[in-house]
């Protein structure tokens, strides 16, 4: 299995903050990466795929970059409803597998 | 829009199996890859499997011999079934829909918690 490591792991930001938060693959993925974000007690929601493509109504704040095994999810300036757990996933191969997540606290 | 409920069982004794229902609106089923995700405070995010219209599936090696992940047309759901079950299956699933076999993500159900104990 791809495996697939988030760091850090959680990281103490405040309103207006840009956080940058970073995800590796064991090996190369190309782009076939995704972003969720996950509040708690919710289901995770798909922010962007393929590394950097933006879904549709997911703020311009958000920007994706990266291919081969290193990823990086960038929040430009915090607003209060982004606090929240992030998750990077591969597309790459079976099975698709997930990072261990960044938290984004006050 | 496309929308997910899992629903079954909350509580699973060990050693049986484990059922779960997946209801769709919004699409049809014959539409999309549709997947089962587990999550844990332990292990994560886990991909359990998906199922395609055409009843194909693929499932992660590490449930796959315990693994049954279904269609049923003429309902527009889903299903799993996890056999043998342990604590180690204690989890909140969902089910989640793809437009490729190996893609994002897109539509998440909001989760079933299902917990193994005696």
């Known amino acids: 299995d791809i495996q697939m490591t988030q760091s850090p792991s959680s990281v103490s930001a405040s309103v207006g903050d840009r956080v940058t938060m970073t995800c590796r693959a064991s090996q190369g993925i190309s782009s076939w990466l995704a972003w969720y974000q996950q509040k708690p007690g919710k289901a995770p929601k798909l922010l962007m795929s393929?590394?950097?493509n933006l879904e549709s109504g997911v703020p311009a704040r958000f920007t994706g970059s990266g291919s081969g095994t290193e990823f990086t999810l960038t929040i430009s300036s915090l607003q209060p409803e982004d606090f929240a757990t992030y998750y990077c996933q591969q597309a790459n191969g079976f099975p698709p597998t997930f990072g261990g997540g960044t938290k984004v606290e006050i | 829009q496309v929308q997910l409920q899992e629903s079954g069982p909350g509580l699973v004794k060990p050693s049986e199996t484990l059922s779960l229902t997946c209801s769709v609106s919004?699409?049809?089923?014959?539409?999309?890859?549709w997947s089962w995700i587990r999550q844990t405070p332990g292990k994560g995010l886990e991909w359990i499997g998906h199922v395609y219209a055409s009843g194909s599936t693929n499932y992660n090696p590490s449930l796959k011999r315990r693994l049954t992940i279904s269609l049923d047309m003429s309902k527009n759901h889903l299903s799993l079934r996890l056999s043998s079950v342990t604590a180690a299956d204690t989890a909140v699933y969902y089910c989640?829909?793809?437009?490729?076999?190996?893609?994002?993500?897109?539509?998440w159900g909001p989760g079933t918690m299902v917990t193994v104990s005696s």
């Open positions: 919004g699409a049809s089923v014959s539409q999309y890859y």
């Open positions: 989640a829909n793809s437009f490729g076999g190996l893609d994002a993500f897109h539509v």
């Open positions: 393929a590394a950097s």
